[in-house]
């Protein structure tokens, strides 16, 4: 069955980095677009970013221009690296195919000083 396997999660200060990964195992993962998504606590759970099959990724305007999404279909794992990281940006991250329904367990994240 479809596994997701989301980590990295930690404890960071405000502009600090961290690069989470998600390992994906049950399905053909270089034949899905993949997507990280975040809840953070109190609100509902956004899309951050996206990337494709071929590797166009897209971001939401939130994070666009401090997180990079990339992809290595060799070890099916899809990456979030987070720079300048932001209190704002402390929640519980999740990976997965858009149009896939299951979720993994989540990774948390907490940005503080």
């Known amino acids: 069955q479809v596994q997701l396997v989301e980590s990295g999660g930690d404890l960071v200060q405000p502009g600090g980095s961290l690069r989470l990964s998600c390992v994906a195992s049950?399905?053909?993962?270089?034949?899905?677009?993949m997507s990280w998504y975040r809840q953070a606590p109190g609100k509902e759970r956004e899309w951050v970013a996206g990337?494709?099959?071929?590797?166009?990724?897209n971001y939401a305007a939130s994070v666009k221009g401090r997180f990079t999404i990339s992809r290595d279909n060799a070890k099916n794992t899809v990456y979030l690296q987070m720079n300048s990281l932001k209190p704002e940006d402390t929640a519980d991250y999740y990976c997965?195919?858009?149009?896939?329904?299951?979720w993994g367990q989540g990774t948390q994240v907490t940005v503080s000083s």
């Open positions: 049950g399905f053909t993962f270089s034949s899905y677009a």
């Open positions: 990337i494709t099959r071929s590797g166009i990724t």
């Open positions: 997965k195919p858009p149009q896939f329904s299951s």
